[in-house]
């Protein structure tokens, strides 16, 4: 506590750094200075070691210092209406211009209704249309004359104009002497009245009978005339349509000018908010002619309130906008669904039909995180269906275009909206698994290319004087934050204690903080619920024990079988052949050792040492190395100088469920020569290690757990002072046991003896010397190897006299004998013998 240098974590400066994993973070600092195609960051790491909330604040803290990224917006295509354009602006314009269009629209609705409404453009139309009525009425007044010379009428029906030819009706005679009303000659009268007579010939249309009377020359003639006037009439509708397209024309030009002079200061002023965009300069002008084309939409508008007009594709989709002062964009994706990284094209039911158009076309996560960077789960996104793929098909092209997942997927094309591809420069980082990231790089040929950069946390970190300080600056942090209360030396010498629990390792300490903030958390309400002024010692070994609680029933039934007797187990006194292992039970939220009686039985026979939980297939390959290692040790040690004829069985007792490991391995040899020498092994000592074909004793696992099991079934029926464990000495260094055995082995109450050798667990074991061979190889009787050789001896002397005893008796025991054994060796040559 003195060497943290503080008393409580008030003093301390809060540390916001991630400590331990400077392999991750130099790595994750490399990925995101370099600017290149594929050097996207796969991060993997146990969940809990701080990889997604580093990541985070990494990737935040650099998109700060970074300049924000463009602004993107769709808007409608006049040419194409069914592939809207993409157009990006800087950061923060894309609302600026979607809020200057709706006001566009509105202006425009006001300035051209004025426009319209004034009297000038109507007397200039009319002007117009009455020129054109004038040059009509020129052209039909020529066609009747010129037909009229050639004794035709025309005249207008419903199924279009039809030729009359005419015939001229006989003079009536005049009586010259007959007196006039006026009572006297008026020379100017006559000389009128002449002359509209020469003006209107009297003539009349012809009639059918009167045409077929006709001679044939006549017929023709008059039958020539009428086509040549049909062609003139042809020829005048012709100039006719020509002079209404002309009007046409010039009423629009008459009608555009009247639009240009009316948008062209509010279509100036937009253009002056954007300048040096030559792809929104194209809209525009597209735009302006658009709106000269349908100006009648905004008059129509203007002049009856109650019209529904759809202004929509003079308006914009600010598809993606950026925060100009914000920096780059960092994007958290936790539901990454194919649509939600696409992004999608929206529709909506009308009527019983789906309509959509560019206004529905929804950004993703890409796009989004499009110039910054984006942040993924890999396990969600494998997940989802056809995510990895369009993911991976982005990050290599460069290019996004939204699609649905059912054009890819439907029997039928289906006609929807193409919008323009969308150009991509995204960094991403997948936070993943060991696991997923191994299966990845095997399976995915592509996934190298896409994912240069792994960031690797490590599950633990060194506990040194520097990095306790570290993890105390950590806890000031947390209570700065979220604690409010804070912790003094000794509840902070006792987190780090349990830290270095997690990884069962005096000299390292774990790097899962989330565990670690947990056990803050619940020690700071214990703390809270005792209305402490700090949290203490006893809060934090509260919080701990509390939490084992809550997760240990499966332990408690264990142990209550034990208590109640129905698993046999003894803790004293000392018998051959029978020896306490140690397991450990892992279950998702609890582990825990247990002890297990193992035993061993040799008889007559050649089958060797033979694994019962092997035969049943209820171990692993591991165990089972571990028995093969045993068999090829008794070699070694016993069969230098003669055979070993002997058939052994190994087995759990009580274990109904798959053993794997082999940190048994010591303790069933132990058993085992315990039979074959005849010595009582003490059931005091609980044994595990790994042993060598050598008879070195290697490091296990779960060795606190192990230890911790066996004492509290010792605890049950009582201390005697001399129970203990016999672990590997190489496991010293992992023992972070709990405060009941080190107060018990302080005490003397219980005991742990650390053994490199076979021979040193002997003699703990049996009290016998294990024998040291002589310069012919020979052990002392006495020893236990000295024994356990006269024991193999023996086996063979009796093996050989019940064979001598056959012989002499027939035979066919004696083959039927020699059968057997062939056939028992035969087993132990195909791995009967375990």
Same mark, same amino acid.
């Not at 806890?475 to 000794?490: M, Q, Y």
């Not at 998702?588 to 092997?614: C, K, L, Q, Y």
């Not at 509290?712 to 972070?736: A, E, W």
């Not at 742990?752 to 294990?770: C, N």
């Given at each position: 506590?003195?060497?943290?240098?503080?008393?409580?974590?008030?003093?301390?400066?809060?540390?916001?750094?991630?400590?331990?994993?400077?392999?991750?973070?130099?790595?994750? &600092?490399?990925?995101?200075?370099?600017?290149?195609?594929?050097?996207?960051?796969?991060?993997?790491?146990?969940?809990?070691?701080?990889?997604?909330?580093?990541?985070?604040?990494?990737?935040?803290?650099?998109?700060?210092?970074?300049?924000?990224?463009?602004?993107?917006?769709?808007?409608?295509?006049?040419?194409?209406?069914?592939?809207?354009?993409?157009?990006?602006?800087?950061?923060?314009?894309?609302?600026?211009?979607?809020?200057?269009?709706?006001?566009?629209?509105?202006?425009?609705?006001?300035?051209?209704?004025?426009?319209?409404?004034?009297?000038?453009?109507?007397?200039?139309?009319?002007?117009?249309?009455?020129?054109?009525?004038?040059?009509?009425?020129?052209?039909?007044?020529?066609?009747?004359?010129?037909?009229?010379?050639?004794? *035709?009428?025309?005249?207008?029906?419903?199924?279009?104009?039809?030729?009359?030819?005419?015939?001229?009706?006989?003079?009536?005679?005049?009586?010259?002497?007959?007196?006039?009303?006026?009572?006297?000659?008026?020379?100017?009268?006559?000389?009128?009245?002449?002359?509209?007579?020469?003006?209107?010939?009297?003539?009349?249309?012809?009639?059918?009978?009167? @045409?077929?009377?006709?001679?044939?020359?006549?017929?023709?003639?008059?039958?020539?005339?009428?086509?040549?006037?049909?062609?003139?009439?042809?020829?005048?509708?012709?100039?006719?349509?020509?002079?209404?397209?002309?009007?046409?024309?010039?009423?629009?030009?008459?009608?555009?000018?009247?639009?240009?002079?009316?948008?062209?200061?509010?279509?100036?002023?937009?253009?002056?908010?954007?300048?040096?965009?030559?792809?929104?300069?194209?809209?525009?002008?597209?735009?302006?002619?658009?709106?000269?084309?349908?100006?009648?939409?905004?008059?129509?508008?203007?002049?009856?309130?109650?019209?529904?007009?759809?202004?929509?594709?003079?308006?914009?989709?600010?598809?993606?906008?950026?925060?100009?002062?914000?920096?780059?964009?960092?994007?958290?994706?936790? %539901?990454?669904?194919?649509?939600?990284?696409?992004?999608?094209?929206?529709?909506?039911?009308?009527?019983?039909?789906?309509?959509?158009?560019?206004?529905?076309?929804?950004?993703?996560?890409?796009?989004?995180?499009?110039?910054?960077?984006?942040?993924?789960?890999?396990?969600?996104?494998?997940?989802?269906?056809?995510?990895?793929?369009?993911?991976?098909?982005?990050?290599?092209?460069?290019?996004?275009?939204?699609?649905?997942?059912?054009?890819?997927?439907?029997?039928?094309?289906?006609?929807?909206?193409?919008?323009?591809?969308?150009?991509?420069?995204?960094?991403?980082?997948?936070?993943?698994?060991?696991?997923?990231?191994?299966?990845?790089?095997?399976?995915?040929?592509?996934?190298?290319?896409?994912?240069?950069?792994?960031?690797?946390?490590?599950?633990? +970190?060194?506990?040194?004087?520097?990095?306790?300080?570290?993890?105390?600056?950590?806890?000031?942090?947390?209570?700065?934050?979220?604690?409010?209360?804070?912790?003094?030396?000794?509840?902070?010498?006792?987190?780090?204690?349990?830290?270095?629990?997690?990884?069962?390792?005096?000299?390292? +300490?774990?790097?899962?903080?989330?565990?670690?903030?947990?056990?803050?958390?619940?020690?700071?309400?214990?703390?809270?619920?005792?209305?402490?002024?700090?949290?203490?010692?006893?809060?934090?070994?509260?919080?701990? %024990?509390?939490?084992?609680?809550?997760?240990?029933?499966?332990?408690?039934?264990?142990?209550?079988?034990?208590?109640?007797?129905?698993?046999?187990?003894?803790?004293?006194?000392?018998?051959?052949?029978?020896?306490?292992?140690?397991?450990?039970?892992?279950?998702?939220?609890?582990?825990?050792?247990?002890?297990?009686?193992?035993?061993?039985?040799?008889?007559?026979?050649?089958?060797?040492?033979?694994?019962?939980?092997?035969?049943?297939? +209820?171990?692993?390959?591991?165990?089972?190395?571990?028995?093969?290692?045993?068999?090829?040790?008794?070699?070694?040690?016993?069969?230098?100088? +003669?055979?070993?004829?002997?058939?052994?069985?190994?087995?759990?007792?009580?274990?109904?469920?798959?053993?794997?490991?082999?940190?048994?391995?010591?303790?069933?040899? @132990?058993?085992?020569?315990?039979?074959? &020498?005849?010595?009582?092994?003490?059931?005091?000592?609980?044994?595990?290690?790994?042993?060598?074909?050598?008879?070195?004793?290697?490091?296990?696992?779960?060795?606190?757990?192990?230890?911790?099991? *066996?004492? &509290?079934?010792?605890?049950?029926?009582?201390?005697?002072?001399? $129970?203990?464990?016999?672990?590997?000495?190489?496991?010293?260094?992992?023992?972070?046991?709990?405060?009941?055995?080190?107060?018990?082995?302080?005490?003397?109450?219980?005991?742990?003896?650390?053994?490199?050798?076979?021979?040193?667990?002997?003699?703990?074991?049996?009290?016998? $010397?294990?024998?040291?061979?002589?310069?012919?190889?020979?052990?002392?009787?006495?020893?236990?190897?000295?024994?356990?050789?006269?024991?193999?001896?023996?086996?063979?002397?009796?093996?050989?006299?019940?064979?001598?005893?056959?012989?002499?008796?027939?035979?066919?025991?004696?083959?039927?004998?020699?059968?057997?054994?062939?056939?028992?060796?035969?087993?132990? &040559?195909?791995?009967?013998?375990?």
């Amino acid at each position: 506590m003195e060497s943290l240098g503080f008393k409580t974590t008030d003093e301390l400066t809060c540390l916001k750094q991630l400590i331990g994993q400077s392999r991750a973070v130099d790595a994750v &600092s490399f990925a995101l200075e370099v600017d290149r195609k594929g050097y996207n960051i796969f991060v993997v790491g146990d969940p809990g070691s701080g990889r997604t909330t580093y990541t985070l604040e990494a990737l935040k803290s650099k998109a700060a210092a970074m300049q924000a990224p463009d602004d993107w917006v769709y808007v409608y295509n006049f040419d194409e209406p069914g592939e809207p354009v993409v157009v990006n602006l800087p950061a923060g314009s894309g609302k600026v211009l979607s809020t200057s269009m709706e006001e566009l629209v509105e202006d425009l609705k006001v300035n051209l209704g004025k426009a319209f409404d004034n009297s000038e453009y109507e007397d200039n139309k009319a002007q117009l249309v009455k020129a054109f009525q004038e040059s009509v009425g020129e052209l039909m007044e020529d066609l009747r004359a010129y037909a009229l010379e050639q004794s *035709f009428s025309i005249k207008r029906t419903p199924q279009g104009f039809v030729n009359l030819p005419l015939i001229k009706e006989p003079e009536q005679p005049q009586d010259d002497g007959e007196p006039r009303e006026d009572g006297g000659d008026d020379p100017q009268a006559e000389g009128g009245q002449q002359a509209e007579k020469e003006s209107k010939p009297a003539t009349r249309e012809m009639q059918p009978d009167e @045409f077929e009377r006709l001679s044939e020359e006549e017929q023709s003639e008059i039958q020539r005339k009428s086509e040549e006037i049909a062609q003139k009439t042809l020829e005048t509708l012709r100039m006719m349509r020509e002079r209404e397209k002309e009007l046409k024309e010039k009423i629009k030009n008459l009608e555009g000018e009247i639009c240009r002079n009316s948008i062209q200061p509010i279509l100036s002023d937009l253009r002056e908010k954007f300048p040096n965009n030559a792809k929104l300069s194209k809209w525009m002008d597209e735009l302006t002619e658009d709106i000269i084309e349908n100006f009648g939409m905004f008059v129509a508008a203007t002049r009856e309130e109650s019209v529904e007009v759809d202004f929509s594709r003079f308006t914009v989709n600010v598809f993606v906008s950026n925060d100009p002062e914000g920096g780059a964009p960092v994007i958290r994706e936790t %539901n990454p669904t194919y649509y939600n990284l696409m992004g999608k094209i929206e529709y909506e039911s009308r009527q019983g039909y789906l309509y959509t158009d560019f206004h529905r076309i929804k950004s993703g996560a890409l796009h989004r995180a499009n110039g910054g960077y984006l942040l993924l789960e890999a396990d969600n996104v494998l997940r989802q269906f056809m995510a990895w793929d369009a993911l991976k098909r982005v990050l290599s092209s460069g290019d996004l275009s939204i699609e649905n997942l059912g054009e890819h997927l439907g029997y039928i094309p289906v006609s929807s909206l193409r919008p323009e591809a969308v150009p991509i420069n995204v960094k991403v980082v997948i936070v993943g698994t060991y696991y997923l990231y191994y299966l990845l790089n095997i399976y995915d040929p592509e996934f190298p290319k896409i994912f240069k950069i792994k960031a690797d946390f490590e599950s633990d +970190m060194p506990r040194n004087a520097e990095m306790e300080y570290k993890l105390a600056c950590v806890i000031a942090h947390f209570v700065s934050n979220d604690g409010k209360i804070p912790f003094n030396a000794e509840a902070v010498t006792e987190v780090i204690a349990y830290a270095s629990r997690l990884v069962d390792d005096q000299d390292r +300490m774990s790097t899962q903080f989330n565990k670690i903030a947990e056990v803050l958390t619940e020690a700071t309400v214990w703390a809270r619920m005792d209305k402490a002024g700090c949290v203490d010692l006893r809060h934090v070994k509260k919080a701990v %024990n509390e939490k084992t609680h809550r997760a240990n029933l499966v332990e408690e039934r264990y142990r209550r079988a034990f208590e109640t007797g129905l698993v046999r187990l003894d803790t004293e006194g000392r018998a051959i052949g029978q020896i306490n292992g140690l397991t450990v039970i892992s279950l998702v939220d609890h582990t825990f050792g247990h002890p297990v009686r193992i035993s061993a039985n040799v008889f007559m026979g050649a089958e060797g040492v033979v694994n019962i939980e092997r035969e049943v297939k +209820m171990a692993g390959p591991i165990h089972n190395k571990g028995v093969l290692t045993l068999s090829s040790y008794l070699g070694r040690m016993y069969a230098q100088d +003669m055979p070993i004829s002997i058939s052994a069985r190994l087995a759990f007792e009580q274990t109904y469920g798959g053993i794997e490991g082999d940190s048994a391995s010591s303790t069933e040899l @132990f058993c085992l020569l315990s039979v074959l &020498s005849g010595i009582p092994l003490r059931q005091d000592i609980a044994v595990t290690g790994s042993i060598d074909q050598f008879g070195g004793i290697q490091p296990v696992g779960g060795v606190n757990e192990k230890i911790e099991g *066996f004492f &509290s079934y010792c605890k049950i029926r009582g201390l005697t002072g001399t $129970q203990g464990v016999i672990i590997p000495d190489t496991n010293v260094k992992h023992l972070m046991l709990n405060d009941d055995v080190l107060d018990a082995v302080q005490r003397g109450d219980f005991r742990i003896w650390a053994i490199s050798t076979v021979d040193e667990g002997l003699e703990i074991l049996t009290g016998v $010397q294990a024998g040291i061979p002589d310069e012919s190889g020979a052990y002392p009787e006495d020893s236990v190897h000295g024994r356990t050789k006269a024991s193999l001896r023996g086996w063979i002397e009796r093996s050989a006299k019940f064979k001598r005893k056959l012989s002499g008796s027939g035979s066919k025991p004696e083959e039927d004998d020699e059968g057997e054994q062939s056939k028992g060796e035969d087993e132990e &040559s195909t791995g009967g013998n375990n």
